[in-house]
Every structure is written in structure tokens, then in C-alpha cells.
């Protein structure tokens, strides 16, 4: 079965870093793309960047760049997206997904809470 | 950018009530164009890509249409289960943007 598992729940500070996870199994998965889309509270879809695990090319959304970084490990077939400085406004939803221009698995999404 | 915008943005419809949602792009994308289903509380799903194919597993009851700047989502008979929110995404080029989301809900 094609999957993304992406990692628990976090709850941090602002000011603190973070770098949650997201691993694909059931496909060669340095072959697609793996997006990363951002869901605030009640909101809707926002497309964060894409890495592609086979060299690492990462590409982000003007709106995102600089703010957070994408990384792969492809010999655990594991994506990142990760923080440096927390900030309250990033409290959301975050979903990897594998990317053809759809965006057609996705992960189960990891929640990030940013409370003092 | 290409700037994707969807109406209406809510809708109220009845059990068997044929459902359209629009999505209009600010360019031409030409066929490159996806609707996604995202039931309260789960995970975005893929349901429609190319404007008018149909994802594997998805109902029948839904179809797609368009070409250019103007797509539509079409439920034929609207089920319990539809109950969601559906987000086009264009995917012509970079940025790969979502419109802003419809809510459907069971009248």
C-alpha cells in the first residue's frame, strides 16, 4: 500500500524550533515530489513547498520562503519541514503529500500547536 | 500568479439535489486542474484531475468539467457522505495554488 505517515502532535513554544516528519512506503519514493500544504485552524489548503527526495531540489512558495526548511533523508524515505523560531501564527495542520501536479497521497497530517 | 477562486463558497443542498461547484482561474491552465474532497476532520483527498477524470475509487456521482479559466465540480445526486469541503488546485506551473474552498452541507 502507497502511504505518507508523518510524525505525532506537537505542542511548543514561540521562539522554539521544530522538525516534524514524513515517511512514504509502498512506492520507489526518491521517484515523486513531496509537497507540503499548511491547514490553519478552520481554514483552507496553502501550498507550502515541494522537495524532490532524488537530489534534494527543493522549491517554496514566496509565501513560505525563508520561514521554514524542507529536507529529505532518502535512505529513510523520509521528508522534513522544519523550524527555527516558532512563531503562534504557524499553529496548523501540516500535510506532506506525494506530488505529480496533483497531489495524490497524502499524509495523515501532523498538528503543531505554538502556545506560551 | 495565477489566482484561483471558487464560488460559492458555502452551499446548503438536499438529499438527490444535483450539486455544481465553480472554479475560475485568472490565466489559462489549460485541462490542469484538480478537485480534492476533505470531509470534516480527515484528510484531503484527490478526486478529480485533468478537470474531468475521475480518481480511482471516487463515486461516479461526481464529474468534472472546463478548460482554460472556468472548471466545474458537478455531485449528481448529493449523499450524507459528501458532507465536506472540495478545493480546486491548478497545476499548470508553479505555484501550485488551492481556491479558497466550498462547504457543502446536508439541508
Known amino acids: 500500500e502507497v502511504q505518507l505517515v508523518q510524525s505525532g502532535a506537537e505542542v511548543k513554544k514561540p521562539g522554539e524550533s521544530l522538525k516534524i516528519s514524513c515517511k512514504g512506503s509502498g512506492y520507489r519514493f526518491i521517484d515523486y515530489w513531496i509537497g507540503w500544504v499548511r491547514q490553519m485552524p478552520g481554514k483552507g489548503l496553502e501550498w507550502m513547498g515541494n522537495?524532490?527526495?532524488?537530489?534534494?531540489?527543493?522549491r517554496y512558495s514566496p509565501s513560505f520562503q525563508g520561514q521554514v526548511t524542507m529536507s529529505v533523508d532518502k535512505s529513510f524515505s523520509t521528508a522534513y519541514l522544519q523550524w527555527s523560531s516558532l512563531k503562534a501564527s504557524d499553529t496548523a495542520r501540516y500535510y506532506c503529500?506525494?506530488?505529480?501536479?496533483?497531489?495524490?497521497?497524502w499524509g495523515q497530517g501532523t498538528m503543531v500547536t505554538v502556545s506560551s | 500568479d495565477i489566482q484561483m477562486t471558487q464560488s460559492p463558497s458555502s452551499l446548503s443542498a438536499s438529499v438527490g439535489d444535483r450539486v455544481t461547484i465553480t472554479c475560475r482561474a485568472s490565466q489559462g491552465i489549460r485541462n490542469s486542474l484538480a478537485w480534492y474532497q476533505q470531509k470534516p476532520g480527515k484528510v484531503p483527498q484527490l478526486l478529480i484531475y485533468?478537470?474531468?477524470i475521475l480518481q480511482s475509487g471516487a463515486p461516479s456521482r461526481f464529474s468534472g468539467s472546463g478548460f482554460g479559466t472556468d472548471f466545474t465540480l458537478t455531485i449528481r445526486s448529493l449523499q450524507p457522505e459528501d458532507v465536506g469541503t472540495y478545493y480546486c488546485q491548478k497545476y499548470d506551473s508553479a505555484p501550485w495554488t488551492f481556491g479558497q474552498g466550498t462547504k457543502v452541507e446536508i439541508k
Open positions: 503529500a506525494r506530488h505529480l501536479g496533483t497531489f495524490d497521497i
Open positions: 522537495i524532490y527526495p532524488g537530489d534534494s531540489d527543493t
Open positions: 485533468a478537470a474531468s
